[in-house]
Structure formats: C-alpha cells, structure tokens
C-alpha cells in the first residue's frame, strides 16, 4: 500500500515504559519523514505536555491532541479541527465524578486544571506510576475549585480525566459504561491503568485523523496508524491499515489488522520499517 501519512500514539506505543524513545523507533521516523510521509503524533496529551525528546527530532508539523478534540499545525500555530465539551455539560460531568471516589481534572487550551485539594492528594492515586503523577504535577494548575473554574472562565475544555485508586478497578470499568449513558454527548475512554477520559462524542483520534486527511487531501486507504489504548482504537479502525500493540488491551487488538512487537520492544519502528521495504 501506498503510506502517505503514519498516526501514532505515544505512552505505551512509541515510547517504552520508562518514558524514553527507542533509537530503532527515531531511526524509522527519520526513513519515513525522507520518504515524504506525513508524520502525526495522536495523543491524549496536550502541546505542553509533549517530550523534549518527541520534538527536538524537528519532523512534525500536525499533532492530534486531547484524544481528536484538537488537529493542530505547529508552523501556523493553528488549530485547524476542533470538537470540545461545551462548561454547562462540563459542569454536570464533575457534579457526578463528585460522587464517586476519584480525582478528576481538564485540559482547556494548552493547559491543565486540577481542584487544589485534588492535585495534593495526586501521589495516593499514582503510587505505582510516579513518571504519570510527574506529569499530573507538571501540567495541571492548581484551582480552588474545578466547576467553579469552568463556569467562570466559559470557554469549552478539550477534555475531563478522572483518576481512580488501584483498588478501585471494578468502579473504573463500570464507569467506563456508565458515563455515557448518563451522558450521550460524550465518549468515554482511557489510556492509562487508572484513568478515564472523557471527549466530546464528535471527537476520537480516528475522527481527527479523517479530518486531517480530508484537510490534506489524503486518501483514509493511505494511511497507518499504532496505538495501544482504548483511546486508540477508532484511529486503528480509521486508517487505511491499523496495528495494534503487542502490550495492547484485547479491546484495541480486536480493531487493528496486525499486532505487533510491544511498545519496549520498538514494535512502530520495527513495522515501519517493515512498511518501507
């Protein structure tokens, strides 16, 4: 197949689980950037929230942020799809994660917000992950309160995250169903062990991807995509050819037309390649 534009995942796809990026994945990304690739960054995460390492490679120009709620261009320094939740829903969203025994925050244009008492009481529920709760810290501002925030500053977020405590799983998988049913608007995902995320239904890595190539005038048929999370698999569906990772939840390898080797193993780099030859 021809590859004209490759999407790809970050935490648990194109970097390994110390957060580092293996030199067979940057040596890949280098041989197809000289092919004239496309190369797409689809994340969870929003601008400030990438690697130094990621960037200083110099060979993005289009990242998906916030799971599809953002395709952005990095030279224009524009964003050029968009699909947020609107404060009144956002609102109603944090009234029902007060109920439960979580955490939760936002992302609202290139930042994150967290409830103050929320963002000291962080290192309770990222005992086993201290490189997440590093970034929880780094890019959430702390608020006296969320909804508070959200009603007053008025201006649609890009997405909700809730954080649940590793003895709280089963709550976690219910929520994963529940939410959306109690919010049709919304789609509800994740991509960590302990996390929910929350998008406008009209977002989706695989919706922004369709978008990006519609902007481009790239056939969907022309495009690869890796990812390994649940936040991954309508991007897996949407491109032309989809692979999931070795390390991937089952749900996302049942979407994907090839698994690969794992995200410790250089698995992207290894296909990649694979693709060139």
């Known amino acids: 197949m021809p590859v004209k534009m490759i999407a790809f995942d970050l935490d648990g796809t194109l970097f390994d689980d110390r957060k580092q990026l293996p030199q067979e994945n940057i040596a890949a990304l280098r041989a197809a950037g000289d092919a004239g690739i496309h190369l797409v960054p689809a994340t969870g995460r929003i601008l400030q929230g990438l690697p130094d390492q990621l960037l200083q490679l110099g060979l993005f120009r289009y990242f998906i942020f916030a799971n599809g709620a953002s ?61 997440i709760l590093k970034l929880v810290r780094r890019l959430r501002k702390p608020v006296p309160e969320l909804k508070e925030n959200i009603r007053e500053v008025d201006v649609p977020l890009e997405k909700l995250q809730m954080y649940f405590r590793p003895e709280q799983m089963a709550e976690r998988e219910r929520q994963l169903f529940e939410l959306p049913r109690l919010f049709p608007e919304i789609a509800a995902t994740s991509s960590l062990k302990n ?67 794992n995200n410790n193993d250089a698995g992207v780099g290894k296909e990649i390649f694979r693709l060139l030859s």
């Open 71 to 131: 395709v952005y261009d990095l030279d224009t320094e524009t964003q050029l799809f968009s699909a947020c939740i609107p404060p009144d829903l956002a609102v109603s969203i944090c009234e029902h994660m007060d109920t439960l025994p979580v955490l939760y925050d936002c992302y609202r244009g290139e930042w994150g917000y967290m409830t103050q008492w929320m963002y000291e009481a962080a290192p309770d529920f990222f005992a086993l992950e201290p490189e």
């Open 195 to 261: 996390n929910i995320e929350i998008n406008s239904i009209k977002a989706g890595k695989g919706r922004a991807l369709l978008e990006l190539c519609a902007q481009l005038g790239i056939a969907p048929e022309d495009t690869v995509a890796f990812g390994d999370g649940l936040n991954d698999a309508d991007m897996l569906e949407a491109a032309g050819y989809g692979a999931a990772m070795e390390n991937a939840a089952d749900a996302v390898k049942q979407k994907a037309d090839a698994v690969i080797e």
